[in-house]
């Protein structure tokens, strides 16, 4: 077992157990300051994966932005939801169980392809990654409609946000 | 490699062939490295730190006619260490319903998020923690940690004077990282690459010639984001007695305040390696030393430059914090980008002197036309004065009124 | 190196996490951070595949910054929702949200 074989479990464990406490304190400040917990492991995991520039961009999306705008819900709301209740729905025991059974079979049909034991290939040292993918992303022949696309979606996201969360009594 | 050319690199040369030595593996001794570098660097600056602390405070009482911390050793010099001392036995208080995890997990991410700059900062050619090819956005990145303590801070003190100040304090902060990274693309469109060091082997001439206009941009937003004077609103004392950090002491409001301190230090830095060509000048890149003291004057340079603002200039109102970003910066550094994207490429083909003055004169007509603009804002602004007419006039008999 | 398996049975576990917490819980601000869960969860998945079937193309690497815009873009427009609906019905439980209910 090499070192960043240990770094990449210890960190896939400390994810996994924030992302669990997500889903399951009651008081929802906690649950949201352990989503930025597992936020930054999953950030740790894409620089494991050699993508430094994704890892820092997990940082500046995820926490930068929509973590702090969870924080500044929950604050908001803090009074619609005593923590002594519980959060979950009735029946939130049948989720639990379908999903661990979606879970386990989904790892048992892909255990049998062969994809699934890939060795990773070694990248290219000559090759930028951030150039080509931003070469990609303006070039016609390739993702320059999607990536317009994407940048028309983030305004009407911006307006549509201002818009509905505005106080409409007060003025 | 000596000495006097690669330092760090010899440092750490020396330590690996050490740890090998004890029989380890080459990657357990390259992340015990790794670890080591990033204590001693993390190490280096709070101590620092210390220093800066001294130097501020001694500057402030010069700027304000007085003399500064004069007690403790020669010139002072001894002042922080004592404060550090008293500060180290201090009592640590909880306020009653504080959020525990919060409430004390804000100070540490304040001056992480400080801390994590310094590991992509170029202090000379090779003397920098790592030459990260995502350098920029990682800066930004950090900005978004202290962001983050801040706000655990307010939402963790039960406190409402804290809250708000939070509440301002990240307003503030999220609204000039806007600014912020559009002008901090100016220069990366220049070099072509997001690295920090490679920025600084870009700068020929500095950038601060050719695009003058985003260097203040990004100055301003800076000194904004690090919340010093004329933009401290979060801890205005007359409205908030001290903002988000009111219900801290001892040690923890200490690392608010060493956050702080070594946040405008870590602005100078970035912006004289940005802007002002890092350390590049004669000989640099054959002694890093020299390449280090380059560095060091040009961001004295700056630091003294935030530190005059601090003293000289008072407070904005919070509304006029806001206007000045989203009514002035945001629009003026979205033109910023697009004509500098422009006119550089339209350029490229002409003798580096004609892109130069191309660009300048860019930024000139930029300014002017923004002075334009400001001057017709402000005339429609502006209250028409207020001329007494004959009804207000005051009665002959002031008695009258007055029963 | 990390064996792909391992990377996979990760990113499953983080997105049924964030499946269940989604389907479980009733605050809607938590049903937004199990999304937010299973969106990490994908662009794992995504990065995983770039780096070791198909580090020549791009075009996983272009859908997770395509992910990334969708999930800022879903979290504003998701939370100034709920903060209007609390304006109005002081709640932000999923379930109280039923006057379409015949």
Redesign the interface.
Known sequence: MTAVQIVFLAVAALTLAAAVMVVSLRRMMQSALALILALVGVAVIFALLGSGFFAVSQVVVYIGAIAILIIFAVMLTQNSMSPEHSQMNPGFLYAALGSALLFSSLVFILSMWVGFYAIPVNLDPSVDTITVLGLSLTDPQGFALPFEIVSVLLLAALIGGIYIARDHHRD | MTFWTDPIGLLDAWLFAVLTGWGLPA??SR?ILYILGGFVLATGAMVFTVFLIWLERKLIGRFQDRFGPNRVGPFGIFQTVADMLKIFTKEFITPDGA?L??YN?APILSVAGVLFVWAVLPFAINMLGVN???GV??V??A???G??GM??AG?GSNNKFA?IGAFRA?GQM?SY?VPMILTLLVPVMFTGS?GLNDIVKAQNPWFVVVAPLAAFIFFISQVAENARAPFDLTEAESELVAGFNIEYSGLKFGMFYVAEFLHAFTISVLFAVIFLGGWLGPGAEKYPWLGLLYTMIKTTVVFFTILLMRAGLPRFRIDQVMDLNWKLFTPLAIGILIVTAVVDKSLALFTPTIRVLGLLAANLVMLLVTLRFLKIFAQKKRRPLVVPSASTELPDDISEVLL | MIPLSWILAFSLALFFIGLFGAIARKNAISILMGIELMLNAVNINLLAFWRYLYSAHMNGLVFIAVVFAVAAAETAVGLALIISAYRNRRTITAGDFDSLKG
Do not use: H, Q, T
């Open positions: 990657d357990v992340i959020d995890i919060p997990l990260l090819n995502v956005l990682y930004v990145a900005g978004a940690i962001e983050l706000i655990l939402w809250l990240i999220i990282e997001m």
